[in-house]
Structures are given as structure tokens and as C-alpha cells.
């Protein structure tokens, strides 16, 4: 497990971690047979966790809740200074690290999420990877999934339903499931099947990778960046201001 050490926004504690401290973590984990629950907090579902207390109260629940984007990133600064997030992470590059790790370890994968044609993609995309089993994540019954997924024994368990489906899936099951890592990735599973359009390096380091998102599902993720960042960026000014006035 990682040390204690987290950065607060909006009431949701994040883990101030590094891609090698998780990975570390992951791997003594799995060593161990300690099972513990890994999920991301970005911009949206922190902006979510202000107007639902549900989805707030599940981040505690998690072993692990690294910071996802460079908004979360820079929230924390703008909040903390020197103090905010140590580390700009984001979860498609922690995934494309786990790859690595995985394949190296040679662990075993169940993914439980997305469509047919995108898990059918890992096995090609990655052959050397050790995948137990795979489930759809529109067409499923939970408890044959729970059976199914203890049945391959993979070391490590892929959830990629939406927030906060896959972390209300992922807590309501995780005393059933024999499995040591369990990770909550979103839409992440089409990191691991290649399928996923990701902006180039320039972009991603300049923190305007969402724009190429933006340009391929503006119907769906519209609200969510013209509407979404902006009001991310508001909260933390209204933030820091109501704690510079406590002061």
C-alpha cells in the first residue's frame, strides 16, 4: 500500500503518488495477495462529487485515488502552490506503464467493460499479454461476471463501466472477488486495446490532449469540457479564496 500522503479538493482526498509508486504498489499487491482497489479522480468526476454526495463517498472507499489530467494537476497548485500535486499523472499513461509491468511479471488480466470489438483488440494490440478473460460492459449479469472473473484467477481486474458504475460495481463486489488488484479505468480499456485517440505529445504536454476527444465525440463530451473545465477552474478560485478569508 502507498504511504499515507494526500491532497484534498472538493472534499475528496487524492493520493499525492507518483506512476512509480503506484506500479510499486500494484506489484507488492499481487506479491503479497493483499487486495486493495485503485480508481481515478479528474476533472469531471470531481466536479460530479459536488453535486452528488453519493459519488463523494465512494473515493474513500479506494486504497488508492490517483489525480487523472493536468486540470486536477493544476487545481492543486493553484490551490496548495508548492504543496499541491507533486506529480502531473494521467491515467492513460499509468496504463500504458502497467502494460509494460504486466507483461514483464507476466500477470494475469481480466477486463470487464467496454464493447466486444475493443476487448477483442487487447489480445492483437498486445499478444504477450496475459489475458484470463474478458466481459462486455453493456450485456452482462453480475453475479455470472463475479463467477466468471474468480473462475480465470487474473491477478488483476480492469473495470471500465463509467463513474460511478464501476466504482459502485467495484465496492459491492470486492469482498466476492478473489483477486488482488482491482482497477477502475473508465474508458481507459481502449488504452490497452490501442483504440483509444490520444493527442500528440505536444498536446499532452501542454494539457489540451482533451481537444482531440473533444474533436472525435463532441456529441458526448461537449458539456463536459466547454462546460465542465471553466466551472472545474471557478470552484477552485471560489475555493481558495474561502480559505485565504478563513486564514
Known amino acids: 500500500m502507498l504511504p499515507i500522503k494526500n491532497i484534498e479538493l472538493f ?10 509508486e503506484i506500479l510499486d504498489s500494484i506489484q507488492k499487491s499481487i506479491e503479497n495477495q493483499n487486495q486493495q482497489m485503485i480508481c481515478y ?4 468526476s470531481l466536479n460530479l462529487s459536488i453535486t452528488n454526495g453519493k459519488i463523494k463517498k465512494l473515493f474513500p472507499e479506494f486504497n488508492i485515488v490517483h489525480a487523472d489530467g493536468f486540470g486536477v494537476f493544476l487545481g492543486s497548485r493553484i490551490l496548495y502552490g508548492k504543496n499541491g500535486l507533486a506529480h502531473r499523472l494521467s491515467g492513460s499513461d499509468l496504463y500504458e506503464r502497467l502494460i509494460i509491468q504486466c507483461k514483464k511479471f507476466d500477470y494475469k488480466l481480466f477486463f470487464f467493460g467496454d464493447r466486444n470489438e475493443t476487448l477483442n483488440q487487447i ?11 474478458t466481459q462486455n460492459g453493456f450485456e452482462y449479469d453480475s453475479t455470472l461476471t463475479l463467477i466468471k472473473i474468480n473462475k480465470s484467477g487474473p491477478d488483476i481486474l480492469i473495470v471500465g463501466l463509467g463513474t460511478p458504475k464501476q466504482e459502485e460495481w467495484i465496492i459491492r463486489n470486492k469482498q466476492d472477488l ?3 488488484v482491482i482497477i477502475s479505468v473508465g ?11 490520444r493527442g500528440s505529445k505536444i498536446f499532452q504536454k501542454i494539457g489540451i490532449e482533451w ?9 458526448r463530451l461537449w458539456k463536459r469540457y466547454f462546460i465542465g473545465i471553466p466551472l472545474f477552474i471557478f470552484r477552485i478560485i471560489k475555493y481558495k479564496f474561502l480559505i485565504s478569508k478563513i486564514r
Open 187 to 197: 474508458d481507459g480499456i481502449k488504452v490497452f486495446s490501442g483504440t483509444k485517440r
Open 41 to 44: 479522480a479528474n476533472v469531471n
Open 211 to 219: 481537444m482531440v476527444r473533444l474533436f472525435y465525440e463532441p456529441k
Open 11 to 20: 472534499g475528496v482526498k487524492l493520493n499525492n503518488t507518483s506512476y512509480t
Open 123 to 133: 489480445k492483437i494490440k498486445h499478444p504477450l499479454l496475459n489475458v484470463v478473460g
Open 178 to 180: 478473489k483477486v488482488s
